[in-house]
């Protein structure tokens, strides 16, 4: 019997299928060895030697595993193929006592039966490369997580925490919300005019005065064209006619996916990870039993493996015809500074389709993978074709403009349109009527309209994400949770669609602007995320990425723990009269919260609990609404969904609305560990990236 090793239970059922009775499949759970949780569990003197110690739940698990590989005839390591995975496979390497040559790792991008066989042909060595920037990043999250957060905790407010990148995705929402503050809306004015040919009418917009791009700002300025304008008829002085093509988009990578799903879906990040785990993992499915439908959903690569590619050309030929199918293959390039370390997010095969599986599937596992499985197909199909005009017409010292788009070919529009946040339609017509240069035609209208600039919109789930991808920082696997612990942690919260950030992120981000500026920003986090990637590229010693960082980290440490200033919220008086001295008691902020203490301290030291209304304190996992803090009949805190008793899901810890990608359990947060709420389950979200 061979024993082949994975993350995660969801996987076993499917992975089995293709694996068949020789083999035993065996679930680590997450991690098996990570850093301590309690104790900082780097060695300062010893280059940052991570001392890491078996995750204390996994203990049994670690003696069931040791007994059935001493047993096996061979033993393949297939935990996901990311440096996480890598890393994971590494610790459990270490624990079997293999040495570093042995070649028991099988990595496959999707769980098929040709993929799983592939792997099994050609197991290698651990990817020591790979490991090394995994713990090159663990041990930078670690400094920063323990060395920065206790200094917001004493200088802010308690039980807050900062992150290498956490902290900088937070900036991108405070530094939006103070542009929306600060911006001031300038008038300006639009003019349409609605004229007509051979009695069908069409719009143009005011666009130049004396050929020179004109705008104008004020009522006087519209008057004044107005005049100049009366009563007299417009002139065809441009007309340019074109056909042009519009290229399919590459497939998904784990943030266009985020991207797409969160606006044309309205699904939330959360939601769109679990789906995504539940998809690659596998589902049940009518006739198939529980099969994997999509590849690897963690990725930044754009690239797609020739027989996906092919499958996907012969069905488009079946189902859409041959001029469907563009002559060569479309090829997408990978981003400079991506990993591109496996394929694209795309169907594992193209007659797998989305109707298919709607019956036995959640509505969001449903809704996800067709989102997929459209944008790959239509990533292989041939271009749209448009026949376009663009008219410029003339009155007195006036230019005013009209362009008009008519699809020829669909191409690939016939199965996937690109989401657009919000068209411009002025000046934007249809179909316009046979128009010729030197034409006169008679104006029936004459519209003006004042309006106002307005200022950035504020960033949303996905917008977030796009941008984070844009500026390089951050990875595939730690958007989602990056993003759950600014909203778990109150860092900002959810207006409508929109990310808001409270007074505490702000406090947060202006004090670490003020002290750290060289560190948390955007600039310096993408060059720490080269760095990372320099160490799989060119195998550098990843203590030497960490010590460079922590030459520079430690006198920022040391010049904010020394200064005075303070960012801390004075005590709310209130008019409640402390029984024991009759002076006023207080709300102060504590280890465990907001209490009341009398304002005689130190002389009186008398406290008590608050008596607070129910109030937001996280996610729900089952439905993605708010949870609140209620008390039980015997005064102990829960937390259950605000649909009771549409939705039933409560808890006894505050939730952050995902899922383990491990077990399926709620992710929950303690102090300042996100974790899984089965005890049984080893998984965590870092130390605050």
Not at 207 to 223: I, L, M, Q
Not at 530 to 544: Q, Y
Not at 548 to 577: C, H, R, Y
Request: net charge positive; proline share 5%.
């Amino acid at each position: 019997m061979k024993l082949v090793i994975i993350e995660s239970p969801h996987k076993a059922p499917a992975l089995s299928k293709y694996l068949g009775s020789g083999y035993d499949v065996f679930a680590t759970k997450g991690h098996i060895r990570d850093l301590p949780t309690k104790s900082y569990g780097l060695d300062v003197k010893n280059n940052f030697e991570p001392k890491y110690e078996i995750v204390p739940d996994k203990k049994e698990l670690i003696s069931t595993l040791k007994k059935k590989a001493e047993h096996a005839d061979e033993v393949l390591i297939a935990t996901d193929p990311d440096r996480e995975g890598e890393a994971i496979s590494w610790h459990v390497a270490n624990v079997l006592g293999y040495p570093k040559d042995k070649k028991c790792r099988i990595e496959f991008n999707e769980i098929s039966k040709k993929a799983v066989t592939k792997a099994l042909e050609k197991p290698r060595e651990i990817d020591e490369n790979l490991v090394d920037a995994q713990q090159a990043r663990r041990v930078l999250d670690r400094i920063v997580g323990y060395k920065l957060s206790p200094i917001i905790c004493k200088k802010i407010a308690p039980k807050i925490s900062a992150g290498r990148v956490q902290s900088v995705a937070l900036k991108l929402i405070v530094d939006r919300e103070k542009e929306i503050e600060q911006f001031k809306p300038e008038e300006y004015w639009t003019v349409l005019a609605t004229l007509e040919k051979d009695k069908t009418p069409f719009k143009a917009n005011l666009t130049t005065k004396k050929k020179k791009k004109y705008v104008p700002k004020s009522r006087e300025e519209v008057d004044s064209l107005l005049a100049e304008i009366k009563d007299k008829d417009f002139v065809v002085s441009e007309l340019k006619k074109s056909n042009t093509k519009q290229h399919a988009l590459p497939p998904f990578t784990t943030s266009t996916m985020q991207q797409d799903a969160g606006n044309k879906l309205g699904m939330s990040l959360s939601r769109i990870s679990t789906a995504a785990q539940n998809l690659y993992e596998g589902v049940e499915v009518k006739g198939e039993g529980r099969i994997a439908l999509v590849t690897y959903i963690r990725t930044d690569s754009v690239r797609v493996s020739a027989d996906a590619q092919n499958a996907c050309r012969d069905y488009i030929t079946k189902i859409y015809g041959e001029k469907f199918v563009p002559e060569k293959p479309n090829i997408y390039h990978t981003k400079e500074n991506a990993q591109d370390a496996h394929e694209a997010i795309r169907p594992i095969s193209i007659e797998m389709t989305p109707d298919k599986i709607k019956e036995t599937v959640t509505s969001d596992q449903y809704r996800l993978y067709k989102l997929i499985y459209e944008r790959f197909l239509a990533s292989q199909m041939t271009e749209a074709e448009f026949a376009n005009v663009s008219v410029g017409l003339s009155v007195e010292d006036y230019g005013f403009r009209v362009s008009g788009k008519t699809m020829l070919f669909p191409g690939f529009t016939s199965v996937y349109k690109e989401f657009v946040e919000e068209e411009n339609k002025e000046g934007l017509a249809g179909k316009l009527p046979p128009l010729n240069q030197g034409d006169v035609l008679p104006c029936k209208e004459i519209k003006p309209e004042q309006k106002f600039t307005k200022p950035p919109v504020r960033f949303t789930e996905s917008s977030l994400v796009k941008a984070m991808e844009e500026k390089g920082i951050g990875r595939p696997a730690t958007y989602t949770p990056i993003i759950n612990v600014l909203t778990s942690r109150k860092y900002a919260e959810k207006d409508g669609r929109y990310l808001v950030p409270t007074k505490l992120g702000r406090n947060i981000t202006d004090y670490l602007e003020q002290f750290f500026s060289s560190v948390i920003n955007v600039k310096f986090t993408a060059h720490m995320e080269k760095r990372l990637d320099d160490i799989v590229e060119t195998g550098e010693d990843w203590h030497n990425v960490v010590n460079n960082f922590w030459d520079g980290f430690k006198g920022l440490l040391e010049k904010a723990d020394a200064s005075s200033v303070t960012m801390k919220e004075p005590p709310q008086e209130t008019d409640i009269i402390c029984e024991k001295c009759g002076g006023k008691m207080l709300i102060r902020d504590g280890r465990y919260g907001k209490f009341l203490g009398c304002s005689n301290f130190p002389k009186c030291r008398n406290i008590k609990p608050m008596e607070e209304e129910k109030k937001v304190a996280g996610v729900c996992p089952e439905c993605g609404a708010n949870t609140l803090a209620r008390k039980s009949k015997k005064g102990k805190l829960f937390y259950s969904c605000e649909r009771y008793p549409e939705c039933n899901f409560m808890s006894w810890d505050i939730t952050t609305g995902t899922k383990c990608p491990n077990c399926n359990s709620p992710i929950i947060r303690k102090g300042k560990t996100i974790k899984c709420s089965n005890k049984e389950c080893s998984y965590k979200e870092g130390d605050g990236e």
